[in-house]
């Protein structure tokens, strides 16, 4: 009698594993923290990463004329006080802005739509960085 008898047939190789085929155009990598993340979920948040708040261009601009074209917007708030003891956030006024903002061979180029507080509202076009 053996000591080491092999009773059991050897398990038979386990079946390759299936292929996982991923449809194109489903998933996007972020440009800012590489992350990848699913295509819709970016449209549903206006074209804004939801990892890292990254926002994509919309749109491409054409060759030679420079890179992307990004849809954003803004909220500002703040106020202007005569001294320091005098600054509260109490006082501070607030606007909202939407943007449009291309990345051109000149520089950035943004026109935006802002509403303050008082409803007042005003257009803003900026070429170029500022400093
Ligand atoms: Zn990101």
């Not at 996007?28 to 990848?36: A, L, T, W």
């Not at 074209?69 to 003891?85: I, R």
């Not at 180029?109 to 409803?119: L, T």
Request: proline residues 5%; charged residues 25%.
């Amino acid at each position: 009698m053996a000591w080491f008898k092999k009773e059991k047939t050897p398990k038979a190789a386990p079946a390759r594993e299936r292929k996982i085929t991923i449809p194109e155009g489903l998933w996007v990598k972020c440009d800012n923290c590489k992350e990848i993340v699913y295509k819709k979920e970016v449209a549903r948040n206006a074209n804004v990463c939801p990892k890292c708040n990254y926002h994509f261009r919309i749109a491409a601009l054409p060759a030679g004329l420079g890179k992307g074209v990004y849809v954003g917007g803004v909220v500002e708030g703040g106020n202007t006080w005569a001294t320091s003891a005098d600054i509260s956030l109490d006082d501070l006024r607030y606007s909202f802005a939407g943007l449009l903002g291309a990345d051109t061979i000149a520089g950035p180029v943004f026109f935006a739509y802002a509403v303050g507080e008082s409803g007042s509202t005003k257009l803003y076009l900026t070429v170029g960085r500022t400093f």
